[in-house]
């Protein structure tokens, strides 16, 4: 889902505070627009929509040329304000959680000796884990991702395998939300089960293996 405003773990706050977000900035919107914008079947916003309507969060006026307006009611902008306010108290809660699960990980690898730094996995966690590492005395030298978008995160070069890294890579920090077992199981193939760490946010999603043959490492 792309709107900006979800809520992690929450499918239905995160859709529900979306086409409200959509409809406050544009009461022109249409439903195919609104599917578009959200990354959803337009089968799925119409029945959002309707129930919405249902709860007397949005009003529907009909207007020329067959088409509607969609507008926020009163408690619609107060399930808005509750929805956003959940969602910020979840990302300074991540964060908080991020920033002790990496700057653990990072002691680890400072300990190790383990200067230079592979993030496994572009997202908010990689950007935190980047920031850390500067107090840490350990650079961040590449961020893997598969299907890079972009050529560097928050200055640091994103490579599409562990492989391409311009540097020689010590260790690896397993950053991946999405794919996090398949991320782990690279990066032990690459450099090695002991020199992969996992931040504790990601320990539950992962099954530690280990390798049968090993490689890559410094």
Known sequence: MQSKRAIPGDDEAALILGLLEAVERDDAVTQRSLAQELDVALGLVNAYLKRCVKKGLIKVQQVPKRRFAYYLTPQGFAEKSRLTASYLSYSFDFFRKARRDCEAVLHEAANHGWTSIA???????????????????????????????????????????????????????????????????KAVEEVGVERVLVPQLLERAIARVLPEGRKGVA
């Open 119 to 185: 993030a496994v996995g572009s997202s908010d966690l990689a950007e935190i884990t980047v920031i850390c590492a500067v107090e840490k005395g350990v650079k961040i030298t590449a961020v893997v991702d598969p299907q890079a978008k972009k050529e560097r995160l928050l200055g640091v070069p994103v490579v599409r395998e562990l492989s391409a890294a311009p540097h020689l890579i010590h260790a690896a920090i397993l950053t991946d939300f999405l794919n996090p077992q398949e991320s782990y199981n």
